[in-house]
Every structure is written in C-alpha cells, then in structure tokens.
C-alpha cells in the first residue's frame, strides 16, 4: 500500500513536469517569432521612412517648378493683377 501513493505522486509528477516542458517549447517558440515581428517592424520603419524621404525630395521639386511657372506666367503677363 505504501507503494500506491509514492507511485499516484510521482504520475502527477511526470504529468506536470511534462506540461511544464511543453509550456518551455512554446514560449521559446514565441520569442523567437516575437524576434521576428520586431525585425519586421524595424525593416518596415526603415520603407516608411525611405518613402517619406522621397517624398521631401518631391516636394521640394514641385516648390521649384512652382516658382518656375510663377515668373513664366508674370514674364508672358498670363496672371491677373
């Protein structure tokens, strides 16, 4: 009878130290796919930041061309008073 018991708590024992094991396995596999999401947010903060770059640069050459249009349409006299 003695046997029983040390037996029954040792079964919960491996049960629980299996579903620990399994509870390890997944949250490493979270951190590593949580590495990955993070990598993803970095790369794609580096496009946003590329796109709104070139999109100073186009707007810098619309002020330009702005300006250019302005003096042609003053020099041709095409502009009301």
């Known amino acids: 009878m ?3 018991p040390e037996s029954l ?3 919960y024992l491996r049960r629980l130290d299996t579903t620990v094991q399994a509870m390890r396995e997944d949250i490493a596999d979270l951190k590593r796919r949580m590495t ?3 990598e993803g947010l970095v790369n794609l903060g580096r496009h ?3 796109v709104e770059e070139g999109l100073v640069g ?3 050459r619309l ?3 702005d300006g250019r249009v302005e003096r042609i ?3 041709l006299e095409l502009t009301e008073a």
Do not use: F, S, T, Y
């Open 73 to 75: 349409e003053r020099r």
């Open 9 to 11: 708590i040792l079964q």
């Open 48 to 50: 946003v930041l590329g």
């Open 2 to 4: 003695a046997n029983e």
């Open 36 to 38: 990955g999401v993070e």
């Open 63 to 65: 002020d330009r061309l």
């Open 58 to 60: 186009v707007n810098r």
